[in-house]
């Protein structure tokens, strides 16, 4: 089984098959001129992405894991859920004003940062209650995988152009806001009113996150 090295999930798909490889040089062979360079589509190594934090690896890059480092995480992730308790389902802001939920759902351990009409998630990593004051560790993971408006549900280069009506919220939406949190998504109050503590906020940037890295750039720009 393989783990992606970002958010140590084992949720990862194989984005180039064998199957499409074979059909592109297929097509190419029949193009004029362009038949001389049918072997190209088997020289491109396989990608994977990882369908949590949306991360595109290759096969060598993915993490090996054993029954030891199974166990490691999980154990990890136990004692992390337990210092989480108190703050679940919790709002927060940090300390440049971005206001946040926390949640577990389906077993992730999340916070979920609302933007202007979208909503950002991440999965906490570390959570240190030391010196008075509450740190997270974040990993930033797929909009695309929790999407928490129907409009995030679609492709993220098309959603930008299109305006829909923010009220339409996805089932993960409705799963993990009630229904007096998602009124006051919808009536565009400020949020920071909701948020109960301030707390300090760390994302850990992944050492190479290509294809959320339009996320990141549409996140600087707000
Ligand atoms: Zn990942």
């Known amino acids: 089984m393989h783990l992606c090295p970002y958010c140590k ?7 180039s098959s064998m199957g499409l490889r074979a059909a592109g040089c297929i097509v190419l062979l029949f193009l004029p001129y362009l038949f001389l360079l049918a072997w190209v589509p088997f020289v491109f190594p396989f990608l994977f992405r990882c369908r949590v934090c949306g991360t595109e690896w290759k096969r060598d890059e993915l993490e090996e ?35 946040y939920k926390i949640v577990k ?39 695309k995988a929790f999407p928490v408006y ?23 939406g409705k799963e993990i806001l009630n229904e007096e949190e998602r009124q006051r998504l919808v009536t565009n109050d400020s949020l920071l009113q909701y948020a109960e503590r301030t707390v ?23």
């Open 9 to 15: 999930t084992d949720n990862v798909e194989q984005l």
């Open 65 to 99: 894991a054993n029954w030891r480092k199974k166990e490691d995480l999980s154990e990890k992730q136990n004692q992390l859920e337990e210092e989480l308790k108190q703050w679940f389902d919790t709002w927060v802001a940090d300390k440049q004003h971005h206001v």
């Open 105 to 143: 759902n389906r077993g992730f351990l999340l916070m979920l940062r609302f933007e202007k009409s979208h909503v950002l998630p991440f999965m906490i990593e570390t959570i240190d209650d030391s010196d008075g004051q509450t740190s997270f560790k974040l990993l930033q993971l797929w909009e």
């Open 150 to 172: 129907r409009h995030q549900e679609k492709d993220l280069l098309t959603y930008e152009r299109e305006e829909e009506p923010k009220e339409v919220f996805s089932d993960f």
């Open 200 to 222: 300090s906020i760390e994302v850990f940037p992944a050492a190479k996150k290509e294809s959320s890295a339009g996320i990141q750039k549409e996140e600087d720009e707000i």
